[in-house]
Nanobody, 128 residues
Framework: EVQLVESGGGLVQAGGSLRLSCAAS????????IGWFRQAPGKEREGISC????????YYADSVKGRFTISSDNAKNTVYLQMNSLKPEDTAVYYC?????????????????????WGQGTQVTVSS
């Protein structure tokens, strides 16, 4: 069974940093992409970044480009999201998700409906 567990959320002041972790287990496939998403109260879910399992290529939404960095540690089966220069509008529940398959690994997408399994989320709150 695929499991994704996020951690690292919390309360931080504007301009501060946080690093989120997504620990993955139960994968039975070699090719996939891991994506990070967020959802603020009253807003639609937003895809913010993804990383390919095959070549480590990354992709970012414009809203976080230059501030957030996605990375992976294959030995630990963990994907990270380093968030710098945080803003109050970054406040949301952050989720990681996996999209299985070769296409997932080579064609980046931040469309959440294409992802197969999701974690439970971690809250990030940025105070002004």
């Amino acid at each position: 069974e695929v499991q994704l567990v996020e951690s690292g959320g919390g309360l931080v002041q504007a301009g501060g940093s946080l690093r989120l972790s997504c620990a993955a287990s139960g994968f039975t496939f070699d090719d996939y992409a891991i994506g990070w998403f967020r959802q603020a109260p009253g807003k639609e879910r937003e895809g913010i970044s993804c990383i390919s399992s095959t070549d480590g290529s990354t992709y970012y939404a414009d809203s976080v480009k230059g501030r957030f960095t996605i990375s992976s540690d294959n030995a630990k089966n963990t994907v990270y999201l380093q968030m710098n220069s945080l803003k109050p509008e970054d406040t949301a529940v952050y989720y990681c998700a996996v999209r299985e398959g070769v296409i997932a690994a080579v064609v980046p997408t931040l469309s959440g409906y294409l992802y197969d399994s999701w974690g439970q989320g971690t809250q990030v709150t940025v105070s002004s």
